[in-house]
């Protein structure tokens, strides 16, 4: 991991263009999947996507390897939107993540399961998407990280920019807040 890390470090500091088309094929799903989860809004989304790879073009140098390159493009990703909700009046990032009422369905994962295995997959995806947006905007954000992003601890802790027990702390009380949306009404 170090290795690959300290490579990618080298060809953004010579600004490699095939390195760059690696990367985006690589995190393109999963970047804009968590822009979309900040933002709400997938024409936003997009836009910070590609004003993302775009910082990533032009402070490529700036990346040292010691981290994941994953955690340093997320919290890009992270600060940009954190960055155009601020110029926004009266918008907060809280606001942004609101989800749209015409959302795509969620899909069902592959296979062949039950249609009444299906119905009650369905209800509990429901369930979440309905109690997720009711959560704060911190603890909403590393449930995504964690569970959709599937990173570690670590990564997500640098991507919030906050210590590793805080990033602890928020997932578990957002893991507990989640809980508690459920049960009491969310579903």
């Known amino acids: ?15 490699d263009p095939d390195l760059l088309d690696r990367l985006i094929e690589r995190y393109h799903y999963r970047l804009l999947r968590y822009l979309i989860s900040l933002t709400g809004d997938r024409a936003l989304a997009e836009d910070a996507f590609q004003e993302t790879w775009l910082h990533v073009l032009e402070r490529g140098g700036q ?27 009266g918008v907060s990032l809280e606001a942004l993540t609101e989800p749209d009422d015409d959302r795509a369905p969620l899909q069902v994962p592959a296979g062949q399961p039950s249609p009444l ?29 964690r569970f959709q992003e599937e990173m570690k601890l670590e990564e997500i802790a640098a991507v919030a920019g906050v210590t590793l027990s805080t990033a602890k702390s928020r997932l578990y009380r957002g893991l507990e807040a989640l809980r508690r949306s459920i049960e009491g009404g969310g579903g």
């Open 63 to 89: 990346y040292n390897g010691r981290a994941s390159f994953e955690s340093w493009l997320f919290s890009i990703a992270r600060h940009l939107v954190i960055d155009w909700s601020r110029k926004k009046k």
């Open 117 to 145: 295995g299906l119905v009650a997959e369905r209800e509990q995806a429901d369930r979440l998407a309905r109690a997720l947006p009711s959560l704060p905007a911190v603890y909403r954000e590393v449930l995504v990280l």
């Open 1 to 15: 991991m170090r290795q690959e890390c300290a490579e990618i470090a080298r060809g953004l500091r010579k600004h």
